[in-house]
């Protein structure tokens, strides 16, 4: 059951508005079955561009019930249904804030017709409720009152309806009031990703990386990324649409991966800090640094060569170690090379590998 609703307000700033109109239709998904429709008394003056626009004026609503006086009815119409409106999050938002005054928590589901007109209808030049019922032949009376407006909306819906032959993108598009779509569609993220250690990357909806991240645990850390509450992690949030990630066996690799591609890729919600210029060398100028990798049979091996990272590779055999032709062949090279110098240089100051191999000899460190 859908309950199709327009709503006329004061205008004014947000969340401040109060309702002039409402018109609600309830519609079975094959005819209207009941109707509410009523100017309300939003005991606030009207804007008068809406004024002008609507044709409602604060002398029409003097005697007009207040919102308190009509709340029952929205809720015993609207009850057990989804709601429909044309820009959903705008009649929802008001109904929220009136019933938020009166302290009652008003949720529903609900459906969005521009959201659905673009999905359904991709050829109109416009989604504008009366350029769009323009272009589909949907007559209009009394635009920009709520009765009008409403009753175009539940036409269009109906057209709507018809279009989605399987009902697969209306169901899809329901917006619950619990986030069940949203919470599931995080779940599915998740679930894809492996308790392994590595760099992982967030992709919005057109496929561009906008935050890294790494850690012990991929799974792990992106959950928490999911649950920070500060302002730039519900940005990231709000944006997600896939998670690829690396893994890399250990925490030089790690590191050395995550700082050169935030160095590389510049994502918009991670914080690069300016890092400064130095000459970093290193005591040995040709060497292999070997650590664990991603499986218990595989190494990790990064290539130092005349002072030079030249890249890492995963190896299982030891031959491909000691025939540095063969290594030079398998590994992913590193672009920014002072900064992956400074990286290793670093770390190696501070923590253990499995061990270095030079030329000729091997010292376990």
């Known amino acids: 059951m859908y309950a199709v609703v327009d709503i006329e307000t004061t205008g004014g700033k947000f969340n401040e508005e109060g309702i002039t109109e409402i018109a609600i239709y309830k519609y079975d998904g094959h005819q209207i079955v009941d109707q509410f429709i009523s100017l309300v008394n939003p005991e606030r003056e009207i804007q008068e561009f809406v004024a002008k626009l609507t044709g409602i004026n ?15 009815r929205i809720i015993e119409i609207t009850q057990d249904c989804i709601l429909i409106a044309h820009n959903a999050n705008f009649d929802y938002r008001i109904l929220r804030t009136e019933f938020g005054r009166l302290g009652y928590d008003y949720n529903k589901n ?9 999905k359904l209808i991709i050829d109109s030049p416009s989604y504008s409720l009366g350029k769009l019922c323009r272009h589909l032949g949907i007559p209009v009376t009394d635009r920009h ?12 819906f109906k057209l709507l309806l018809d279009k989605d032959i399987d009902k697969e993108i209306i169901q899809q598009s329901v917006k619950y009031f619990d986030n069940r779509h949203e919470k599931q569609r995080i779940l599915n993220i998740l679930n894809k ?4 250690q590595g760099v992982f990357y967030i992709h919005n909806q057109e496929g561009t990386i906008i935050f890294i991240g790494r850690g012990n645990n991929i799974k792990l850390e992106v959950n928490k990324q999911f649950l920070k509450k500060t302002s730039k992690a519900e940005k990231v949030f709000k944006r997600v649409h896939e998670v ?5 066996g250990n925490s030089l690799l790690t590191r050395l991966k995550y700082h050169l591609d935030l160095d590389s890729v510049r994502p918009k919600y991670n914080i690069i800090r300016k890092r400064k210029k130095n000459n970093t060398n290193f005591n040995n100028n040709t060497f292999l ?15 130092i060569e005349n002072n030079t990272v030249l890249g890492y590779a995963f190896t299982n055999l030891a031959f491909q170690e000691n025939q540095i032709s063969i290594l030079k062949s398998m590994l992913t090279p590193i672009e920014n090379k002072e900064l992956a110098k400074t990286i290793i240089k670093n770390y190696l100051l501070r923590n253990k ?3 270095i191999v030079r030329l000729e000899t091997e010292e376990n460190i």
């Not at 690829?244 to 890399?248: D, L, N, P, W």
């Open 58 to 72: 604060n002398k029409m609503l003097k005697n007009a019930p207040k919102f308190y006086e009509v709340a029952k």
């Open 110 to 118: 609900t459906l969005c017709t521009v959201a659905l007109s673009k």
């Open 145 to 156: 009152r709520a009765n009008g407006d409403a009753l175009a909306t539940v036409k269009l």
């Open 193 to 196: 990703l492996p308790e392994a």
């Open 244 to 248: 690829t990630y690396e893994e890399t």
């Open 289 to 303: 640094i070997i650590d664990k990798g991603r499986i218990p049979e595989e190494h990790a091996v990064i290539l």
């Open 353 to 355: 590998v499995q061990k």
